[in-house]
């Protein structure tokens, strides 16, 4: 019955940013109008002005958590997906580090193109080094370089492997 339930929010927290799709000409052109952007899996992809993900250290969980959105440009239709990383710090990131090695962890609810639901997936080499931490704007800037993470998602009625790389530099929301 759990896994019923969480199914039914992974599907229900779907539907919900397809009905943030935009529409007219007062939008971005598509993902390579400049900016913030970054590469997942050889396609660049512009990091949504629209939704953000909000991010966060905690000393009382040794851990903290950051994530974007990617617009997806169908047509004259934008879609934001997020994509949600957690990792593990007895210490508030700080300019220098890579979070990539601290057990970092990447989170999607689905996956736009191969239809998966539930994706987890672990760091398996790259980084993902803090370039910039601004805390009175609350943002942190991390610089991806062939940063792999492997895991696996639900598909209709299997669980299937999936496998990320992601190259570039984001500014994200994260409050310490």
Do not use: H
Not at 7 to 12: K, P
Not at 56 to 64: A, C, E, K, V
Not at 66 to 91: H, K, L, R, T
Not at 114 to 132: C, H, R
């Amino acid at each position: 019955m759990e896994r019923y339930f969480k199914l039914f929010i992974v599907a229900l927290l779907t539907t919900t940013s397809f009905a943030l799709t935009s529409c007219g000409n007062d939008e971005p052109n598509g993902p390579d109008d400049g900016g913030n952007t970054i590469v997942i899996n050889d396609v660049k992809y512009k990091i949504s002005d629209y939704m953000t993900l909000s991010g966060s250290w905690s000393s009382t969980t040794d851990s903290g958590s950051f994530g974007f959105f990617i617009d997806i440009v169908e047509g004259n239709s934008i879609m934001p997906w997020p994509y949600d990383f957690e990792f593990e710090s007895a210490n508030a990131p700080k300019v220098g580090d890579d979070i990539s090695k601290k057990n970092l962890k990447l989170s999607l609810i689905s996956d736009y193109y191969t239809g998966l639901v539930g994706i987890e997936a672990d760091y398996v080499s790259g980084s993902a080094v803090v370039k910039a931490i601004n805390t009175s704007k609350g943002t942190m800037t991390i610089q991806f370089s062939n940063l792999k993470m492997e895991g696996s998602g639900l598909g209709s009625s299997t669980e299937e492997d999936v496998r990320y790389t992601f190259d570039g530099t984001v500014t994200v929301d994260f409050n310490m």
